[in-house]
C-alpha cells in the first residue's frame, strides 16, 4: 500500500498530451453538454410550436363518441364463421405477398450486392464499370428514398389493383435496401480464400460461390427472415392502396366503422406478426446475430474485429441448429406456395396496356411543377414533415424509455445477485407486458393508427406524429431492448465484486452505454421515420405526403413529380446529417 | 539442339506500390522440374515475387513468361487457364472454413468446372476416387465430410496440399508454408509437397536455409526488391546468409 502511495505520480505529459490529446477542461465539457441539449430540445419546441399552433382547435370533439365506441368494442370481437374465413383468407394473402415481395427483393439483393460490393471485383474494375456503379448506387438511393405506399399508388395508376402491386411495392425498395446490406456483408467476407481460389484458375462465378455462400449463408438466410417480418408489416400497410390482405379489410372496416369487425382484424394482425417476428428472432438467436439491432442499425454497433462480429461472420456451433436448417428447407417450396397463392402474374408487367399507361404516367411526371400555393405551399410541406418527424421520435423516445428497460431480458451477473422468486416471477410479467405492447404498437400499421388518430384530433400535424410516434416507439423499443441486452456487464460485476449495490453499480457501469446506444438508434430511426411520414401524410394527416396523396387522387402528376422529388432531398438530407451525426458520437 | 522453354523467366521485372520497390529490375529463369528455394528477409519482395507468378499482381515493368506465354498480354480467360496449372499454398492456407473438407479439395479443381458444375458440388457433397486419393495420400482420408474449421492446424494444411494434389499444377508456389511451425511439423510440411511437386515446378520462399538445402536443389535470395544471389544450395553459405539478413 505505502509502495504504491510513494510511486510518483504520473506525469501530465504522460497521462494527457503525451497520448496526442489535449484534457478536457470543465468548461468544454458543460459547453457540449449544453450544444447536446440544445440540439434535443430545441427541435421539439420547434416542431410543437408548428403543430399547436396558438388559437386553434386540435381536438375534434365529435369524434370522441366514435373513439369510445371504437374501444368499447374492444372485448367483442367479431367471430362469426363467415368473417372469420375472410381474416384467414386475407391473412393467406398478405403472407403470400410478404413472401414474394421478400423473394424478388432479395434476388435484387443479392445481384446488387454482388455489384456493389469489392470484394467481387478482382482488381479496381475499369472506369464502365465503376461509372455503371455508380449509378447503380444513385438508383439504389432513389428507389429506397421512396416509401413502399408511394411505391404502391404509382403503380396502382399504371396496373390497377393487381397484385403485382403489393409484390413490386415490397420488392422494389425492399431490393435496393438488401442490395446495400449484401454489399456490405459480402465486403465482410476475409478475401484470402477467394484469392486464393481466382489465382488458382476458377471462374469468377464459381469463386465467389464457393467463398461467399458458405460464409454468409447464416446471415442471409437469416436477413431474409428479418426482411419478411418486415414485409408483413409493410403489406398489411399496403391494404390502404386496395390490393387485398388484412390491411385493405381493416381499412375497410374501419371506414364502414365496424369496429367488432376492426379488433378482430387487429387481433389476426398482431398474431401474425408475433408468429413471423418469434421466429424470425429465433433464426436470429441461432444464427448468432443477437439481434436485429445488426441489420437495423448500419452495422455501426459491433467492432468489426471484435468476437461478436467473428462470431456472427462465422455462423459457428448454434448456426447448424435443427431451426435454421428447417427455416432454410422452407424457403423454396414456401416460395412456391406463396407464388400460387398471391395470383401473381407478370404478364401484366408486358402488357401492351401497361406499356401504354406506363409511357402516359412517364409523360405526365415531367416535367415537375410545384403544387397550388407554389413554394411556399411546398416549404410549408416539407417543414410539417419534418416537424411530424421530430415530434414522431420524441413520442417514440418516451415510449422506449417507458418500455425498453422492461422489455430487456435480464442477464444472471454475479454468484451475489441471486434474487428471490417473487421478485424474478413480477420482473419476467413485466418483461412479457412490455414486449407485448411494444409488439402490438408496431404491429398496428402507421396508417391505422393515424385514422384512429384522426377520429379525436383534427388533420394536421399532431395526429400524424402520434400516429408515427407510436408505431415507431414499437420499434425503437425493441431495438433498444434488444442493444442493451447485449451491453458489455463486465464494468457492473466488477462495481458488484467491489461491493456497490446492484442498482447503482447497473446505473454507473450500464446506463452511459446504453444511452449510446438509444441516441444512435434514436437518429436512424429519425433517418426512417422522416420517410414515413409520407404513409400517415396519406391518410390525411399533414406534410409532403398529405399533399401527394392529393395531388394522386386528380391525376395532377407534374407536383407528384416535384414532391417526390422534395420528398428525396428531405431524405436524403436527413440521412446525410444523421450519419455524420451518429459518426460524430461514435466511441 | 534448343533448351526446352523455361517454366519462368523474369527480364527486368519490377513492382512498385505507390512509392514503395517491392522488386526491382529482377531477372530469373527456372527450368521445368526446378525446386528453387527463395530466400530473403521480411518485405525482401518474396510474396510479391510470387503473387506475380500466379498472376494475381501483374509487373510495373520488365517482362515475366510463365509456360512460355507473357503474363501481361493474356487476355482474362487466357490468364485463367493458364491460372489451372499454377498451384499456390501460403502460410493462411485460405481454406474456406464453412464447408466440408471434400468441397475445400474440389476447389483445387474449380478452374476445370463449369458454373453448374461448381454450383451443383456445394450441394451435393459426393467425392470421386480423385479426392478419396488426395486425401489418403495425405494423411486424411477420414476426413473426407468433416467440417474444414473443426480441423487443427495440421489437419489444415494437409487438406490444401490434398487441394493441390487434385489440382495437378505443373508449377507449385509454395509462400512461407512453414514459418509459424515447429522444426517437427515443418518438415513434415515439406515432406508433403513432395508428393504434387512430383513431376512439377516448386519455388518456395523460407526463412530456413537448412530446409532449403535439404528440399531444394537452387536457393535465390532477395534484398529490398533486388535479386543478390542465386546459386545452388550445396553452395549456400554463411556469408550470403548474412548478407541477406543484416538490416540496413
Not at chain 1, 406499356?355 to 412517364?362: I, V, Y
Request: with cysteine; aromatic share 6%.
Amino acid at each position: 500500500m505505502s509502495q504504491l502511495l510513494e510511486r510518483a505520480p504520473i506525469p501530465a505529459d504522460a497521462a494527457g498530451r503525451g497520448s496526442g490529446r489535449r484534457p478536457a477542461t470543465r468548461r468544454q465539457v458543460m459547453l457540449r453538454r449544453l450544444t447536446g441539449l440544445l440540439i434535443v430540445v430545441a427541435p421539439i419546441a420547434w416542431a410543437l410550436h408548428r403543430a399547436v399552433p396558438a388559437g386553434t382547435d386540435l381536438v375534434n370533439r365529435g369524434g370522441l363518441p366514435l373513439l369510445a365506441a371504437l374501444f368499447g368494442d374492444i372485448l367483442h370481437p367479431a367471430l362469426d364463421p363467415t368473417f372469420l374465413g375472410l381474416v384467414v383468407h386475407a391473412a393467406g394473402v398478405t403472407l403470400a405477398f410478404a413472401a414474394v415481395g421478400t423473394v424478388g427483393a432479395l434476388v435484387i439483393g443479392m445481384l446488387g450486392g454482388l455489384v456493389l460490393s469489392d470484394v467481387a471485383w478482382r482488381h479496381r474494375p475499369p472506369w464502365p464499370v465503376r461509372m455503371i456503379r455508380l449509378l447503380l448506387r444513385l438508383v439504389l438511393v432513389a428507389v429506397r428514398s421512396v416509401h413502399e405506399l408511394v411505391w404502391a399508388l404509382l403503380f396502382v395508376s399504371v396496373l390497377g389493383l393487381d397484385p403485382l402491386v403489393a409484390v413490386l411495392a415490397i420488392t422494389l425498395p425492399f431490393g435496393a435496401q438488401t442490395a446495400q446490406v449484401f454489399a456490405e456483408m459480402f465486403d465482410g467476407v476475409p478475401p484470402g480464400p477467394l484469392r486464393a481460389l481466382r489465382s488458382a484458375g476458377s471462374r469468377p462465378t464459381s469463386a465467389l460461390a464457393y467463398t461467399l455462400l458458405p460464409k454468409s449463408a447464416p446471415l442471409l438466410l437469416s436477413y431474409a427472415f428479418y426482411r419478411f417480418e418486415c414485409a408483413v408489416r409493410s403489406t398489411v400497410l399496403l391494404g390502404v392502396v386496395g390490393v387485398g390482405g388484412l390491411g385493405q379489410e381493416l381499412v375497410v372496416s374501419l371506414q364502414s366503422r365496424n369496429w367488432n369487425e376492426v379488433w378482430t382484424l387487429v387481433g389476426a394482425v398482431l398474431l401474425l406478426s408475433a408468429l413471423v417476428d418469434l421466429w424470425s428472432t429465433r433464426l436470429r438467436t441461432d444464427m448468432a446475430v443477437v439481434s436485429c439491432t445488426e441489420w437495423s442499425g448500419g452495422h455501426e454497433q459491433r467492432d468489426p474485429g471484435g468476437p461478436e462480429e467473428e462470431n456472427a461472420m462465422r455462423g459457428t456451433g448454434r448456426s447448424r441448429s435443427p431451426w435454421a436448417r428447417w427455416s432454410a428447407w422452407v424457403v423454396l417450396p414456401g416460395f412456391v406456395v406463396a407464388w400460387l397463392a398471391s395470383d401473381v402474374s407478370l404478364a401484366g408487367l408486358t402488357s401492351p396496356r401497361t406499356q401504354q399507361l406506363t409511357g402516359r404516367l412517364l409523360d405526365d411526371l415531367w416535367p415537375p411543377a410545384l403544387p397550388a400555393g407554389g413554394w411556399p405551399a411546398l416549404s410549408s410541406a416539407v417543414l410539417d414533415t419534418l416537424a411530424m418527424a421530430v415530434l414522431a421520435m420524441a413520442v417514440a423516445v418516451a415510449i422506449t424509455l417507458m418500455m425498453a428497460p422492461l422489455a430487456t431480458t435480464p442477464r444472471r451477473g454475479t454468484s451475489t445477485d441471486r434474487i428471490p422468486l417473487a421478485p424474478r416471477l413480477f420482473r419476467g410479467l413485466l418483461w412479457w407486458l412490455a414486449r407485448a405492447l411494444l409488439l402490438v404498437l408496431r404491429s398496428v400499421p402507421p396508417t391505422v393508427w393515424a385514422v384512429v388518430a384522426l377520429l379525436v384530433l383534427f388533420p394536421g400535424v399532431l395526429p400524424g406524429a402520434l400516429a408515427l410516434g407510436l408505431y415507431t416507439g414499437g420499434i425503437l423499443g425493441r431495438l433498444v431492448a434488444e442493444a442493451w441486452e447485449s451491453v458489455d456487464t463486465r464494468a457492473r460485476d466488477a462495481l458488484r465484486h467491489a461491493g456497490v449495490r446492484r442498482g447503482t453499480a447497473t446505473l454507473i457501469a450500464t446506463v452511459p452505454p446504453s444511452t449510446h446506444q438509444l441516441l444512435t438508434y434514436t437518429l436512424y430511426r429519425f433517418e426512417i421515420c422522416v420517410r414515413e411520414t409520407a404513409v400517415v401524410g396519406i391518410v390525411g394527416a399533414a406534410g409532403l405526403g398529405r399533399l401527394l396523396a392529393e395531388n394522386l387522387a386528380v391525376f395532377r402528376f407534374p407536383v407528384v413529380t416535384a414532391l417526390l422529388a422534395a420528398s428525396f432531398a428531405v431524405s436524403a438530407a436527413t440521412e446525410v446529417i444523421g450519419r455524420r451525426l451518429r459518426r460524430a458520437m461514435r466511441p | 539442339m534448343s533448351s526446352p522453354t523455361p517454366v519462368v523467366k523474369m527480364s527486368g521485372v519490377g513492382r512498385s506500390f505507390g512509392g514503395h520497390r517491392a522488386l526491382d529490375g529482377v531477372d530469373l529463369s527456372v527450368p521445368a522440374g526446378e525446386r528453387m528455394a527463395l530466400l530473403g528477409a521480411s518485405g525482401a519482395g518474396k510474396s510479391t515475387l510470387l503473387s506475380m507468378l500466379n498472376g494475381s499482381l501483374m509487373a510495373s515493368e520488365g517482362v515475366l513468361e510463365v509456360f512460355g506465354q507473357v503474363l501481361a498480354d493474356l487476355s482474362p480467360s487466357a490468364l485463367r487457364k493458364l491460372q489451372c496449372r499454377i498451384g499456390t499454398v501460403n502460410q493462411r492456407l485460405d481454406l474456406i472454413e464453412q464447408v466440408r473438407v471434400l468441397h475445400n479439395v474440389n476447389a483445387g479443381r474449380l478452374g476445370t468446372w463449369s458454373t453448374t458444375r461448381a454450383l451443383v458440388s456445394l450441394i451435393r457433397s459426393r467425392a470421386d476416387d480423385e479426392v478419396r486419393s488426395a486425401l489418403h495420400n495425405v494423411g486424411m482420408g477420414w476426413a473426407l465430410h468433416e467440417r474444414t474449421e473443426r480441423l487443427s492446424g495440421g489437419e489444415r494444411q494437409r487438406v490444401a496440399i490434398a487441394r493441390l494434389l487434385v489440382q495437378q499444377p505443373d508449377l507449385i508456389l509454395a509462400d512461407e508454408p512453414v514459418s509459424s511451425l515447429d522444426p517437427a511439423r515443418a518438415a513434415e510440411t515439406l515432406e508433403l509437397l513432395q508428393a504434387p511437386a512430383r513431376g512439377s515446378t516448386l519455388i518456395i520462399s523460407l526463412h530456413q536455409p537448412e530446409l532449403a538445402r535439404q528440399y531444394c536443389t537452387r536457393a535465390v535470395g532477395l534484398r529490398e526488391g533486388r535479386l543478390v544471389f542465386d546459386v545452388p544450395t550445396a553452395e549456400l553459405d554463411n556469408a550470403r546468409l548474412a548478407d541477406l539478413y543484416t538490416l540496413p
